[in-house]
């Protein structure tokens, strides 16, 4: 059974520096195929794909927010953590992580976490 | 990079009705595409992938259909739990969704 859930803070204030962690139980980062990626989703507004990293330390981004991303995986831990610089409060969103599986598909996502940014 | 858009972006309907939700992308994605169903305050839960498949547990009155750059999400008689929002998904490169569809009580 995969699961996956996102931990980090509820609330940042402007320019800040984010650092979500997404833990996760059910697969292995080191198995050809897997990845895990990072979606947000404003309040009331669509999902909107952020990053993704993947079994061989591969990463792709978002190519408009590509200067502010950064993420990074410990397949020891089960752990992939996406940080994001210069916040600002048109970032405040839910923050969700998914696995992705060998055909680049996302079936199982975390519950998500909300970030409020403001100071 | 990949663009997709979805219509309508709300669709009123009553229980009982036939629900179509059409999904572009912006180039061929052959069919890598997969349909979500969101419910306020819970995370996207798949309901169909490869445009056509749909995943397990799903109710069979969901079908998708489609591929390259157009297709369909379709319900076929619209149940009062399926009143959510409902996005379109390309897996070909990386990943894009699409702007959503409200499917709200006529």
């Known amino acids: 059974q995969i699961t996956l859930k996102e931990s980090g803070p509820t609330l940042v204030k402007p320019t800040q520096t984010l650092t979500l962690t997404c833990t996760f139980s059910g697969f292995s980062l080191s198995t050809n195929g897997m990845g895990v990626g990072w979606i947000r989703q404003p309040p009331g507004k669509a999902l909107e794909w952020l990053a993704l990293?993947?079994?061989?330390?591969?990463?792709r981004y978002r190519p408009s927010l590509k200067s502010r991303l950064t993420i990074t995986k410990d397949t020891s831990k089960n752990q992939v953590v996406l940080t994001m610089t210069n916040m600002d409060p048109v970032d405040t969103a839910t923050y969700y992580c998914?696995?992705?599986?060998?055909?680049?598909?996302?079936?199982?996502w975390g519950q998500g976490t909300l970030v409020t940014v403001s100071s | 990079d990949i663009q997709m858009t979805q219509s309508p972006s709300t669709l009123s309907a009553s229980v009982g009705d036939r629900v179509t939700i059409t999904c572009r992308a912006s180039?061929?994605?052959?069919?890598?595409l997969a349909w979500y169903q969101q419910k306020p305050g819970n995370a996207p839960k798949l309901l169909i992938y490869?445009?056509?498949s749909l995943q397990s547990g799903v109710p069979s009155r969901f079908s998708g259909s489609g591929s390259g750059t157009e297709f369909t999400l379709t319900i076929s008689s619209l149940q009062p739990d399926d009143f959510a929002t409902y996005y379109c998904?390309?897996?070909?490169?990386?990943?894009?969704f699409g702007q959503g569809t409200k499917v709200e009580i006529k």
């Open positions: 990293i993947y079994w061989d330390d591969d990463k």
């Open positions: 180039q061929s994605i052959s069919s890598w």
């Open positions: 998904q390309q897996y070909d490169s990386r990943w894009a």
């Open positions: 490869k445009a056509s």
């Open positions: 998914a696995h992705r599986d060998a055909l680049n598909l996302c079936a199982h």
